[in-house]
């Protein structure tokens, strides 16, 4: 088998949802983020684990994606859909029971006239600048909203990965002005804005990044596990090179492993000569460029031959790969790519 293979620990994942909810209050309930294909490991079977670790709540980003989430759920779990009502979606929202975040005066006339009385919530901006009502369009906006009962009011923090960011403590002061008062339920809180602390709580955490192993969370557990297989080996003498551009020369005897995986795995090109990969704990760095489906390491630490090497689990973490790439946990988990074999471990009740 020459592909990688990806392994992702349902019950690390379960175990890192439960954890970030016992760092809510006890009314505090915690949702789950399954946007992205569950961050690229997987949605539905993502959900379905957390769905037995107790989350009752789902958020995807589109509403294409909530049609597919809904399938493996079955009905039962509430789905919300962050991008809102776009024209084109009113079948799939309501036959499979989606819950936009209405975002704009807009979308909610879209909503209100193709479903009425179907559920919704509402999506503010506090200083984001991204999706939801401003201020001044919630202020005109709240009483046509409010009498139709939203289900849940949001917003979302820009800097919440920085707890001394001033922007914090302003999005929750605009957050309170917009929505102190209304007996809906309130949610302001990702991954990051639940570790600032119970004045970010509200009603509902929403995490993503943290149940898959990623920071700000520190204490999570990894999730994806990735070894690729070592395809051949070979000897380097004293300035020879390796990889396209011959960007890296050795200055003495050397031996690299060729594994299969590259940038079209996921495994960006910005890992060239940067990151590492591990046998059995002992790390061994990337020497020339990734190429698209190949990337060569230096073994000649080694006193042995590996059949494969790991580049993700418990020896570097996906913020460990990221930040020797220049980039976040994030995109390396939703940027693994589709020749990986998939195996999940655990999950079963
Ligand atoms: C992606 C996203 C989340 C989850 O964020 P994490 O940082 O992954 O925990 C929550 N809310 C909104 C609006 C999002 O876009």
């Known amino acids: 088998m020459a592909t990688g293979s990806l392994s992702i620990d349902l019950d690390a994942l379960m175990r890192n949802w439960q954890a970030l909810n016992k760092a809510t209050g006890e009314n505090v309930e915690t949702a789950a983020v399954v946007k992205a294909d569950g961050y690229g490991l997987g949605a539905g079977r993502a959900a379905r684990a957390l769905a037995r670790a107790g989350a009752r709540r789902f958020f995807v980003a589109v509403a294409e994606e909530g049609a597919a989430l809904r399938e493996v759920l079955g009905r039962g779990p509430e789905i919300y859909v962050f991008g809102g009502h776009m024209p084109g979606d009113t079948d799939m929202i309501n036959d499979l029971d989606l819950i936009p975040m209405l975002n704009s005066l807009n979308q909610l006339t879209r909503h209100f006239e193709a479903l009425p009385g179907a559920p919704f919530g509402i999506q503010l901006d506090t200083g984001m600048n991204r999706l939801g009502m401003e201020p001044s369009e919630w202020a005109a906006v709240a009483e046509i909203a409010l009498p ?104 003495k005897p050397a031996v690299l492993a060729t594994v299969a995986g590259g940038y079209a795995d996921g495994l960006i090109r910005a890992m060239s000569n940067k990151a590492m990969l591990f046998f059995e704990g002992t790390p061994c760095p990337i020497v020339g460029r990734v190429s698209m489906d190949l990337i060569t390491v230096d073994i000649t630490h080694l006193n042995t031959t590996p059949k494969s090497l790991d580049i993700l689990g418990v020896d570097q973490s996906v913020d460990d790969l990221a930040d020797a790439a220049g980039t976040i946990g994030y995109e390396i988990l939703t940027s693994l790519g589709s020749r990986y074999k998939r195996r999940y471990a655990g999950g079963v009740s």
């Open 148 to 251: 139709a009962g939203p289900k849940l009011i949001m917003s979302h923090l820009a800097c919440a990965d920085e707890p001394d960011h001033p922007q914090n403590a302003q999005q929750l002061a605009t957050f309170r002005e917009m929505t102190d008062g209304i007996d809906v339920p309130r949610s302001l809180s990702a991954t990051g804005g639940i570790l600032l602390g119970p004045d970010y709580h509200f009603d509902l955490t929403r995490p993503g990044i943290g149940l898959y192993g990623g920071m700000p969370f520190e204490n999570a557990e990894p999730v994806a596990h990735l070894s690729l297989p070592v395809i051949q080996t070979r000897e380097l003498e004293p300035g020879e090179s390796a990889g396209y551009g011959a960007s890296w020369v050795t200055d």
